[in-house]
């Protein structure tokens, strides 16, 4: 099986800035893509930021200029550096992998539990 475990979230002012991390451990022979997705109250969940094994990007309109996705290959870890935060990206963010397993190198898609971040005065 494999796990992601997400950390990073919180409470932050607007204008403010937050890092999230998410780490993939498990039986893992290899991750595809990586990124993250957001679920505010009342919505559906939606695409953030998303970075493929090769670095190719891919980012929401509204997050642009002020989000980074990054990856730590070696540590099979995918980080989200959120900057000029706004009201409006208020929401639980989930953490998503494309995951090659050992056994049978079946590829799935897995989900971590998500963080909350809240972005308010």
């Known amino acids: 099986q494999v796990q992601l475990v997400e950390s990073g979230g919180g409470l932050v002012q607007p204008g403010g800035s937050l890092r999230l991390s998410c780490a993939a451990s498990?039986?893992?022979?290899?991750?595809?893509?990586m990124g993250w997705y957001r679920q505010a109250p009342g919505k559906q969940r939606e695409l953030v930021a998303v970075m493929t094994s090769g670095g190719s990007t891919n980012y929401a309109d509204s997050v642009k200029g002020r989000f980074t996705i990054s990856r730590d290959n070696a540590k099979n870890t995918v980080y989200l550096q959120m900057d000029s935060l706004k009201p409006e990206d208020t929401a639980v963010y989930f953490c998503?992998?494309?995951?090659?397993?050992?056994?049978?190198?079946?590829?799935?898609?897995?989900w971590g539990q998500g963080t909350q971040v809240t972005v308010s005065s």
């Open positions: 998503n992998a494309d995951v090659t397993v050992v056994s049978g190198r079946l590829r799935n898609g897995y």
């Open positions: 498990g039986s893992i022979f290899g991750i595809n893509g």
